[in-house]
């Protein structure tokens, strides 16, 4: 790993911009595309799948134990439910949050005809000089909060002659902020942070003149907020997977911004012990912070591998044989088919703090070096 810089400039400029691109779980085309020239740029060959997931075949020095990294464009966001009498929307959530999160944030509905309707998500009793202590005693719910167009409309019809419609989608704005000391602000961190360390830990190798130990597929899904994400997509001698993703801090966690942490089980069951103890291994030897956890709450997305190698014939193991282990980590610094049963997958995670009064993600800047550690066994 001599001689490997991140370009953290690159980096930082790759994660802007891809978190200005709005893409919720089903309308993260945009985001792909995106990702998509950017690993032209690098010198990739990007290809879709049917199911629209974005993968890159990346040559390694073997191919004896094939890798994989996987990263989602998609976030978090809504769909229009309900077009209201009086005009405004009444939206279904996309993916699990709080409609506090939102409460009072612009947002864009994109019509069938591919245009932005500018918007606010509001309480359907928004003004406490009219509705007083009601507007801090009501329940957030799908009923009480909605969206009002920056359009002139007061009825159901004048708001479908903008184009409006029932499943159009909604997305929020991100609200990035880059402070001076270097930490990154903003919405649907989850998962484009991860993206953006995948591209600049791939940007580095390839500056540096060096490949990956093995053959690595990188991989960029656009359903993981749905619960199937990284379900497809993978080649069918793959060995082991590491996905990049989110990491919650919270009461009752060892996590926090600053340390690579290992997730030992999450709802579905543990994860896989021999890799868990590599990673340890890994990080410790670079004198990286480290620490375990575990996800009481949380059923991560990379389990349906197993599932689907379960529920596989031929060479899928019936007996359920699975190996999966996810590496979670805070990053600090500068800057389709159904697979075999019997595989390690681990899982790479860029750190990030939910802050409930905006509902925006604090994160610091760069996590790759544990990227790299992982291109190098």
């Known amino acids: 790993m001599n001689g490997l810089v991140i370009d953290a400039d690159y980096l930082l400029s790759v994660l802007v911009d891809l978190l200005h691109i709005p893409s919720p779980s089903g309308r993260a085309g945009p985001a792909l595309d995106f990702v998509a020239q950017t690993l032209i740029d690098l010198g990739l060959t990007p290809q879709r799948t049917r199911k629209g997931v974005l993968l890159a075949e990346w040559p390694g020095r073997r191919q004896d134990a094939p890798r994989a990294l996987t990263a989602h464009c998609d976030t978090l966001g809504a769909m229009v439910k309900e077009i209201k009498a009086n005009g405004r929307l009444k939206l279904t959530r996309i993916g699990g949050f709080a409609w506090n999160t939102v409460e009072g944030e612009s947002c864009q509905v994109f019509t069938q005809d591919v245009r932005a309707i500018q918007g606010s998500l509001l309480l359907t009793k928004a003004s406490s000089h009219v509705y007083g202590g009601d507007v801090s005693e009501l329940k957030r719910t799908d009923d009480t909060v909605e969206v009002r167009l920056d359009e002139c409309t007061a009825s159901a019809a004048e708001t479908k002659a903008l184009g409006v419609c029932v499943g159009d989608f909604v997305a929020f704005a991100p609200r990035v902020v880059v402070s001076d000391a270097g930490f990154i602000r903003s919405r649907h961190l989850d998962d484009k942070a991860g993206v953006a360390c995948v591209l600049a830990a791939v940007k580095a190798l390839i500056a540096a003149g060096q490949s990956p130990t093995q053959r690595t597929t990188l991989h960029f899904s656009h359903y993981e907020e749905v619960g199937h994400g ?148």
């Open 230 to 377: 990284a379900a497809m997509g993978f080649p069918t001698d793959l060995a082991e997977l590491v996905a990049v993703d989110m990491a919650a801090v919270g009461d009752g966690q060892t996590s926090d911004e600053f340390s690579v942490t290992i997730c030992v089980k999450d709802s579905g069951g543990p994860y896989h012990i021999e890799l868990t103890q590599r990673l340890r291994a890994l990080a410790g030897g670079r004198g990286h912070p480290l620490q375990d956890r575990y996800l009481p709450l949380l059923r991560l997305g990379w389990r349906g591998l197993l599932a689907g190698g379960r529920r596989g014939a031929g060479g899928a193991d019936r007996a359920g044989r699975g190996r999966l282990t996810q590496l979670r980590t805070h990053a600090h610094g500068c800057a389709d088919r159904h697979r075999p049963v019997d595989r390690r997958v681990l899982v790479f995670v860029v750190g990030r703090r939910w802050t409930m009064d905006d509902g925006r993600w604090i994160v610091c800047c760069c996590g790759v070096c544990y990227v790299w550690l992982f291109f190098d066994q």
